[in-house]
Each structure stands twice: as structure tokens, then as C-alpha cells.
Nanobody
Framework: QVQPVESGGGLVQPGGSLRLACAAS????????LGWYRQAPGKQRELVAG???????TYADSVKGRFTISRDNRKNTGYLQMNSLKSEDTAVYYC???????????WGQGTQVTVSS
């Protein structure tokens, strides 16, 4: 079992950058798929980016070219580098860990990202 904890959110101006981190306690972080999701007020939670245990990454169209997902299995940590931030990126960002062949899903508590001048 793993428990992810997000950090790195905050207030940033449009065009700015932030790097979110998802640190996981527990074992075998490397075998989990890591997903970054976000939820804006009044909207459904949506997938922003995901990275498989093998390192393959996928992105929502809205963030392609601006966000980069990565992971450091030695540190049990995943990252979301967010550049050229827009006001519409404002949301609570969540980390999700899942494992192939298992129904288990582990959510973090979320970190607030606010893009505003």
C-alpha cells in the first residue's frame, strides 16, 4: 500500500511556473502508474497527465507543451512541472497512484494552484 502526499502548489501570475511533487510512503512506488488530476470549482475532476511504471507519459490536450510529468523512483516521488500557466489552470491538483491488475487507487489530499495577477 502507498499513500501519496502532494506539495508545491501556490499562487502564481499568468505565464509563471510551478512544480508539484507527489511523495509516496510505502513500498514499490516504481510499479504504480502515477496520474495528476485537477478539479476546478464547479467542475468535474479531470486527468491532466499520467506516467506509467515504465515511464510513458500522456497529457491532456489543454496542457500539452506546457506541462511535463516525471518520476524519480529512487525518491518515491512524482512531479508535474507546469510552465506558461493560465488562469484556467487554477484548480486543486491531486495525485493518484494505481497498479495494473488491481482495483486499488490511492489519492492524495490535493494542493491548490491559483493562477492570477
Amino acid at each position: 500500500q502507498v499513500q501519496p502526499v502532494e506539495s508545491g502548489g501556490g499562487l502564481v501570475q499568468p505565464g509563471g511556473s510551478l512544480r508539484l511533487a507527489c511523495a509516496a510512503s510505502g513500498n514499490f512506488f516504481s510499479i504504480y502508474t502515477l496520474g495528476w488530476y485537477r478539479q476546478a470549482p464547479g467542475k468535474q475532476r479531470e486527468l491532466v497527465a499520467g506516467i506509467s511504471s515504465g515511464g510513458s507519459a500522456t497529457y491532456a490536450d489543454s496542457v500539452k507543451g506546457r506541462f511535463t510529468i516525471s518520476r524519480d523512483n529512487r525518491k518515491n516521488t512524482g512531479y508535474l512541472q507546469m510552465n506558461s500557466l493560465k488562469s484556467e489552470d487554477t484548480a486543486v491538483y491531486y495525485c493518484l497512484l494505481t497498479k495494473a491488475g488491481s482495483p486499488d487507487a490511492y489519492w492524495g489530499q490535493g494542493t491548490q494552484v491559483t493562477v492570477s495577477s
